[in-house]
């Protein structure tokens, strides 16, 4: 009996020195080049040029300020929000002095296959009524094109949720424009248009998450769909502005490239892995490194080089999968965990971005082709390659009213399988 309880001793100290040598193995397996270059990719942050316009965006539910005095009060959240990083930091201090502005989801073009302007068209006056007291708000969405970039002073803190601007005042300005037309007012309407897609370009861009990144895309598709349906009812010679031309040029890889988003992600997992690492018992069960060359690849891909090449060929981007488990998960199931948690499938994202570069080709392609004199199906063999892409050349609808092609990002409720542009006016 008591040899037994000796040698059962013994294998059990045996399999607590196996399980102390695979925790160390797994604790110092080296990490992979890729991951350390994904890494080194999402840590490479070069920050933007030119004016920040993020003041403007976080305070513009507000009405009747200075550019100055939202720069303050940005500046008063900010030290709030550096001081106690909790949800109620998310909140302007502007709130405790006035409301801001109340906007009715009435004033919105719904989504689906009927474009704004037809919906607006079709009840002027509830737009009308919606849009009451919204002209300052619009003056500022009108401003936030007068920015180079939105970047966000706001740093991840711990497990805690960055603060984010309000977006929904964004949507607002689509069906405002569509009324100005409506109401006689076709310049300054196709101005604000463009205002708003140069927006839209520029959050793309330079959006510290991927929520400003797809903001910036949902802007620049609604807002192209809405003039391609306002300038269809012009003269093919309609002359545009020279800023309006400019907005309306084709988006280029780096435009379109989801790197500066990705990198914001990737501070902000950072931040948490970083807390959550505090205490001993965590450090058992999450290596820091480890986690963090994990989830690099799920953000990794968005920084490579063959994401640009990819953008630049219009094809879809090769996005990583999520990590599979391996050695290094053994002294780290927790990390490994998060790592596949925090890793969905973010193809549709950049699929995303990639048809917001499409939408403003087709409006190219429509305003090209109504100038030439020959029938669409025959001029489009001589589209210019700038409002073309090789992989998604735009077709002409089944009966002949509509410039079309795939849609690569997933179709929102009521919208159909392709991007179109409409060829002439119902």
Not at 79 to 101: M, N
Not at 116 to 129: S, T
Not at 311 to 326: F, I, K, N, T
Not at 327 to 351: E, H, K, R
């Amino acid at each position: 009996m008591l040899r037994m309880l000796r040698w059962m001793g013994w294998a059990m100290l045996g399999l607590l020195v196996m399980a102390i040598a695979a925790w160390l193995l797994s604790r110092f397996w080296p990490l992979s080049a890729a991951q350390r270059e994904d890494r080194r990719l999402l840590e490479a942050v070069h920050p933007s040029e030119g004016r920040n316009g993020f003041a403007l965006l976080w305070t513009l539910p507000f009405d009747g300020l200075d550019l100055a005095q939202r720069e303050a009060a940005l500046a008063d959240d900010l030290r709030r929000w550096q001081t106690t990083p909790t949800h109620a930091s998310h909140a302007s201090v502007l709130a405790a002095a006035q409301a801001p502005l109340n906007l009715d989801g009435a004033g919105r073009c719904a989504v689906g296959p009927v474009g704004c302007l037809a919906q607006v068209r079709a009840d002027p006056q509830r737009f009308a009524g919606a849009h009451t007291g919204h002209a300052g708000l619009h003056e500022r969405l009108a401003r936030l094109a007068d920015f180079d970039r939105f970047d966000s002073p706001f740093q991840p803190s711990g497990i805690e949720l960055m603060p984010l601007p309000a977006y929904t005042p964004l949507l607002d300005g689509a069906s405002a424009q569509a009324l100005a037309y409506l109401q006689g007012d076709v310049a300054g309407a196709i101005e604000s248009g463009c205002s708003a897609v140069r927006f839209g370009r520029r959050m793309m861009r330079t959006g510290s998450t991927l929520v400003d990144s797809m903001m910036g895309a949902a802007v620049v598709r609604t807002h192209a769909a809405l003039l391609g349906d306002m300038l269809v009812e012009q003269s093919p010679d309609y002359v545009l502005s020279a800023s309006c031309k400019a907005a309306l040029l084709p988006l280029d890889a780096d435009e379109q490239s989801l790197c500066h988003a990705m990198q914001g992600e990737f501070a902000m997992n950072k931040a948490a892995i970083g807390a959550s690492t505090q205490t001993a018992g965590n450090r058992l069960l999450l290596d820091r490194d480890h986690t963090l060359a994990r989830i690099a690849g799920n953000f990794g891909w968005a920084c490579r080089p063959a994401a640009a090449k990819a953008l630049a060929a219009d094809v879809p981007l090769p996005v990583s999968a999520r990590p599979q488990w391996d050695m290094g998960c053994v002294a780290n199931p927790l990390g490994c965990t998060l790592s596949a948690i925090a890793g969905p499938s973010y193809a549709q994202y950049a699929a995303r971005s990639q048809d917001a570069a499409a939408m403003i080709r087709l409006l190219g392609a429509q305003r090209w082709l109504r100038q030439q004199t020959e029938a669409p199906a025959e001029a489009l063999a001589r589209l210019p390659a700038q409002w073309r892409s090789d992989t998604r050349a735009p077709q002409l609808s089944a009966d002949g009213r509509y410039l079309q092609v795939l849609r690569r990002g997933p179709a929102r409720d009521g919208e159909g399988g392709y991007l179109s542009m409409p060829l002439r006016a119902d």
